[in-house]
């Protein structure tokens, strides 16, 4: 692997719970932070956090029991045993340094997941896109067969009002995230790949390193287990064909011919919203995977979640499709927030050039299919992402008729010298057809821009994984305005 996390051993043994005692989590406001401290709650383990800010993720963990802090502070570490952190948190940080003084365990978050799983049966979600979907997916399909997972995710199960949750069952699903080689700590039974695509590379360096990350993720499967990977992304099915060769049991899915589940004869329904589209395993019956959101993206994700459910774990095949078939996936995940004046709002946390393109495709068809325009904001994440892909961006971005492109949210990164969105306006400007392209702006300024512009029957999609969530309301008040 071309890059790994200096403070981490993600191949180590990881301690037991009951060894960890009193556990402080440094932003533990944060999604991936929050999943963890909800486990070690229901497990009866202490817990305090503090975070930059008030949120109501802190006042939900209150509630559950822990001690929040708003603001760092050195003397939140005093009565602990163990601290917990991200791969975000720097070395600076004045209650992780007091930490270290105090010679604390410090763990990974990952590692803090890992540690509240005991000896359950594991299935680890990995993917450049679609691994939170399929995360949630995989659960309601495991609790609709009957076998009441325990779950972590990176985003909130749409319906269930959690990111999180420890049932006692024999079976945890988590969304393991590849970003900081952190996936592979948690050696699963049944891992899910649904791509292998060049993200992260202010981690990786190269995509070299990424591929190598996977096949190590791969690795970590436990002998006997499975893998499930997608036929129709080019690195996951060479990952597949590696592993296979290795003598890993592996299970291909997707629209190719080469995929053990073969799907095919996709359709939207008159609504538009739902699909319906025919599964077939090799050497299996026929059987139709009813969903009731759109994109051929999601039906490969829930594709992959079925045969993880059914192959890997061995639940029931129709209670299985009849969990997906209400499954609405995760919040944030072509969220539909509302409705005013025949114009719908829809919100989406996609954040790179692959699932840009996946959302904005199917946004554009469901506009297309309503005799509508398709509008879209979307506000880049890190400025390391946007510098490496905007020319992904730019054509992702293509098929909408309208292109509001918000300044960069940084997140954990400080600003770079001449990366701003214009290097995705810039390539998006000389792709063919007719588009308007906004570059900057203030949230109440692109929602007015977006309510003037949209008509009834349209579709206004909101799309980036930092603040641009809140302009959703915003575009949804002013149009009740207008």
Same mark, same amino acid.
């Given at each position: 692997?071309?890059?790994?996390?200096?403070?981490?051993?993600?191949?180590?043994?990881?301690?037991?719970?009951?060894?960890?005692?009193?556990?402080?989590?440094?932003?533990?406001?944060?999604?991936?932070?929050?999943?963890?401290?909800?486990?070690?709650?229901?497990?009866?383990?202490?817990?305090?956090?503090? #975070?930059?800010? =008030?949120?109501?993720?802190?006042?939900?963990?209150?509630?559950?029991?822990?001690?929040?802090?708003?603001?760092?502070?050195?003397?939140?570490?005093?009565?602990?045993?163990?601290?917990?952190?991200?791969?975000?948190?720097?070395?600076?940080?004045?209650?992780?340094?007091?930490?270290?003084?105090?010679?604390?365990?410090?763990?990974?978050?990952? =590692?803090?997941?890992?540690?509240?799983?005991?000896?359950?049966?594991?299935?680890?979600?990995?993917?450049?896109?679609?691994? *939170?979907?399929?995360?949630?997916?995989?659960?309601?399909?495991?609790?609709?067969?009957?076998?009441?997972?325990?779950?972590?995710?990176?985003?909130?199960?749409?319906?269930?009002?959690?990111?999180?949750?420890?049932?006692?069952?024999?079976?945890?699903?988590?969304?393991?995230?590849?970003?900081?080689?952190?996936?592979?700590?948690?050696?699963?039974?049944?891992?899910?790949?649904?791509?292998?695509?060049?993200?992260?590379? #202010?981690?990786?360096?190269?995509?070299?390193?990424? =591929?190598?990350?996977?096949? !190590?993720?791969?690795? *970590?499967?436990?002998?006997?287990?499975?893998?499930?990977?997608?036929?129709?992304?080019?690195?996951?099915?060479?990952?597949?064909?590696?592993?296979?060769?290795?003598?890993?049991?592996?299970?291909?899915?997707?629209? !190719?011919?080469?995929?053990?589940?073969?799907?095919?004869?996709?359709?939207?329904?008159?609504?538009?919203?739902?699909?319906?589209?025919?599964?077939?395993?090799?050497?299996?019956?026929?059987?139709?995977?009813?969903?009731?959101?759109?994109?051929? $993206?999601?039906?490969?994700?829930?594709?992959?979640?079925?045969?993880?459910?059914?192959?890997?774990?061995?639940?029931?095949?129709?209670?299985?499709?009849?969990?997906?078939?209400?499954?609405?996936?995760?919040?944030?995940?072509?969220?539909?927030?509302?409705?005013?004046?025949?114009?719908?709002?829809?919100?989406?946390?996609? $954040?790179?050039?692959?699932?840009?393109?996946?959302?904005?495709?199917?946004?554009?068809?469901?506009?297309?299919?309503?005799?509508?325009?398709?509008?879209?904001?979307? =506000?880049? $994440?890190?400025?390391?992402?946007?510098?490496?892909?905007?020319?992904?961006?730019? !054509?992702?971005? !293509?098929?909408?008729?309208?292109?509001?492109?918000? #300044?960069?949210?940084?997140?954990?990164?400080?600003?770079?010298?001449?990366?701003?969105?214009?290097?995705?306006?810039?390539?998006?400007?000389?792709?063919?057809?007719?588009?308007?392209?906004?570059?900057?702006?203030?949230?109440?300024?692109?929602?007015?821009?977006?309510?003037?512009?949209?008509?009834?029957?349209?579709?206004?999609?909101?799309?980036?994984?930092?603040?641009?969530?809140?302009?959703? #309301?915003?575009?949804?008040?002013?149009?009740?305005?207008?």
């Amino acid at each position: 692997m071309a890059a790994a996390a200096p403070r981490f051993d993600f191949t180590t043994e990881v301690p037991g719970l009951g060894s960890l005692g009193r556990v402080h989590f440094i932003a533990i406001g944060g999604a991936g932070m929050s999943a963890v401290a909800r486990i070690m709650l229901a497990r009866g383990v202490t817990v305090s956090g503090s #975070d930059a800010k =008030q949120s109501p993720t802190l006042d939900a963990l209150r509630d559950l029991g822990a001690r929040a802090f708003v603001g760092h502070d050195a003397r939140h570490v005093t009565d602990v045993d163990t601290v917990v952190i991200s791969s975000a948190i720097p070395e600076t940080n004045v209650e992780l340094r007091a930490a270290r003084d105090a010679n604390l365990l410090v763990l990974h978050r990952s =590692q803090g997941l890992a540690a509240t799983m005991g000896d359950t049966r594991r299935a680890a979600v990995a993917g450049a896109n679609g691994k *939170t979907t399929t995360t949630s997916m995989l659960t309601v399909a495991l609790q609709s067969a009957g076998l009441d997972p325990s779950f972590a995710s990176g985003g909130e199960l749409t319906g269930q009002g959690t990111n999180a949750a420890w049932t006692g069952g024999e079976i945890f699903v988590v969304e393991a995230d590849e970003s900081d080689g952190s996936f592979l700590t948690y050696r699963p039974e049944v891992a899910v790949v649904t791509n292998v695509q060049p993200d992260h590379l #202010d981690f990786y360096g190269t995509f070299e390193g990424v =591929q190598e990350a996977y096949a !190590a993720f791969a690795a *970590t499967i436990v002998p006997g287990g499975l893998l499930v990977a997608c036929a129709d992304d080019e690195g996951s099915a060479r990952l597949a064909g590696a592993a296979a060769a290795k003598g890993i049991r592996t299970l291909t899915y997707g629209f !190719a011919e080469s995929a053990d589940l073969r799907l095919s004869e996709h359709r939207a329904d008159d609504a538009g919203l739902g699909t319906t589209t025919v599964l077939r395993l090799r050497g299996g019956e026929a059987r139709t995977l009813a969903l009731p959101i759109p994109g051929v $993206h999601n039906a490969l994700n829930a594709a992959a979640a079925f045969l993880a459910a059914t192959e890997g774990f061995g639940a029931d095949p129709v209670s299985v499709l009849d969990g997906l078939a209400g499954s609405l996936g995760a919040r944030r995940r072509f969220e539909v927030r509302g409705e005013v004046r025949g114009v719908t709002v829809v919100d989406d946390y996609a $954040h790179n050039a692959g699932k840009v393109t996946a959302v904005v495709a199917t946004a554009a068809e469901l506009a297309r299919r309503r005799g509508g325009r398709l509008h879209v904001a979307f =506000q880049p $994440h890190l400025y390391s992402r946007t510098r490496d892909f905007a020319s992904g961006f730019a !054509a992702g971005l !293509a098929p909408a008729d309208t292109v509001i492109l918000l #300044d960069i949210y940084g997140a954990r990164e400080e600003p770079m010298e001449g990366v701003t969105s214009e290097l995705v306006a810039a390539p998006l400007r000389e792709l063919p057809g007719e588009r308007t392209i906004t570059v900057g702006g203030s949230f109440p300024e692109a929602a007015a821009a977006l309510a003037d512009v949209a008509a009834h029957g349209d579709l206004v999609l909101v799309v980036g994984a930092g603040d641009v969530t809140d302009l959703a #309301d915003d575009v949804l008040r002013a149009l009740e305005a207008r």
